[in-house]
């Protein structure tokens, strides 16, 4: 049995994201055909990278039914033409289903099982609302193991800011406003494009487009613009559309590989990953997920949150992002933190959203040569969080 290897991250493309509904980008778009269009993009940038020479392709959906079904990893494998003797499979993990792709296979990778394996995930959250088609076990509520708030996520969000009165409305609605502001001037700066794939799309009453941007994106909007929007999941709440991620489409995937694999291939190693952890939290206030998981990561990579120099934290809600800068004593604008911005502008279609931090928190490590550490981390439905540590290899 060989000794453990260095896993590193070599590449990463996403589809542009796109708003759910029968208006939205993919609105009659499969899912499958979103994560085939990611794979061959890949391929297509890594040409030292023979297609035989994969060794697993692990995707995650959320909701695995319809397009999204029949382990949508092997099945969008063969549709992407990889060879018929690349294997491949499906993973669930609710919000954090593509980062538990990339570390399944980190594992597979450092215990010696593959060299190169493709990770990533999909959601086609118009076509499959999350929660289409599940029946949860009546004792959640009967035995009251959860409250009823725990299968809401937006409610979630409101249990997290009674959980933090510091959190005011005030403060979720100034970060959202700084995420639609960061993320207009990635966009303007060329920082998003470039790991964008351009993904055809399809309509039946307008013909073949061509989706090459994220759709969700509301550049422009102003405090003053959503203070007054409804709070859905309460009368009088906090958690409103601006302050939260939407509902939306779309598919990422990375080239994950054993170091010396990498380089013998002469694929560019961009990032080391150096500890991942997982962790459950009360499922009723979801959001405080990362914050365990980043102190478990931390504590097995030996390192402090103060040798970070880079935080990408999925933004499914900016209350869940200000309670996790609140325990870590990091300021609500620190320039460390999500800095092309995050879910609340890009969206989140759930399984993908991982790779999604991966693919910025490599290019933001690209611009940071001084910077050593950075870490990846978002909160996860029915109460757990996860949290990747990453060494900057420029």
């Known amino acids: ?93 609710m919000c954090a289903g593509a980062m538990t792709a990339v570390t399944t296979v980190a594992g597979g990778i450092s215990f010696g099982a593959y060299d190169v394996a493709i990770a990533g995930g999909v959601e086609h959250m118009g076509r499959h609302p999350m929660g289409e088609g599940v029946d949860p076990n009546p004792r959640f509520l009967s035995e009251q193991l959860v409250d009823g708030s725990a299968l809401v996520m937006g409610m979630t969000a409101e249990n997290l800011h009674d959980r933090y009165p510091s959190i005011t409305k005030e403060r979720a609605d100034a970060y959202a406003v700084a995420s639609q502001e960061k993320v207009a001037k990635a966009y303007a700066d060329g920082r998003i494009q470039r790991d964008l794939v351009p993904m055809a799309t399809r309509r039946a009453a307008e013909g073949w487009g061509l989706a090459t941007v994220d759709e969700a994106p509301r550049p422009g909007t102003t405090l003053e613009g959503i203070r007054g929007l409804k709070t859905p999941f309460r009368a009088h709440g906090r958690v409103t559309a601006a302050n939260s991620s939407g509902i939306n489409d779309g598919a990422t995937g990375c080239i994950v590989a054993a170091e010396d694999v990498a380089r013998e291939l002469g694929l560019t190693p961009r990032m080391r990953l150096v500890s991942y952890a997982f962790a459950g939290v009360d499922p009723e206030v979801m959001g405080v997920g990362p914050i365990p998981s ?50 609340i502008a890009f969206g989140h279609p759930l399984a993908s959203s991982g790779v999604r931090l991966m693919i910025q928190l490599s290019r933001a490590f690209a611009e940071r040569p001084d910077v050593r550490y950075g870490i990846t981390t978002m909160c996860v439905g029915m109460g757990m969080g996860g949290t990747v540590i990453w060494e900057n290899l420029s």
């Open 1 to 93: 049995m060989p000794a453990s290897r260095e896993v590193v991250f070599v590449d990463g493309v996403r589809t542009p994201f796109g708003r759910s509904g029968p208006k939205g980008l993919y609105a009659e778009t499969r899912a499958d055909d979103l994560v085939v269009r990611v794979i061959r993009e890949l391929m297509r940038r890594n040409p030292g990278l023979p297609p035989e020479r994969v060794d697993e392709v692990a995707i995650a959906a959320t909701t695995q039914i319809g397009d999204q079904g029949l382990t949508i990893g092997r099945s969008a494998a063969v549709l992407a033409g990889l060879p018929k003797s690349v294997p491949g499979y499906a993973i669930d993990r």
């Open 294 to 343: 980043t102190e478990r990561a931390l504590r097995l990579a030996g390192l402090s949150v103060d040798d970070v120099g880079l935080f990408e934290i999925n933004e499914a809600f900016a209350v869940q992002v200000l309670a996790f800068l609140e325990h870590f004593g990091i300021a609500d604008d620190d320039p460390r933190v999500n800095p092309y911005g995050g879910a």
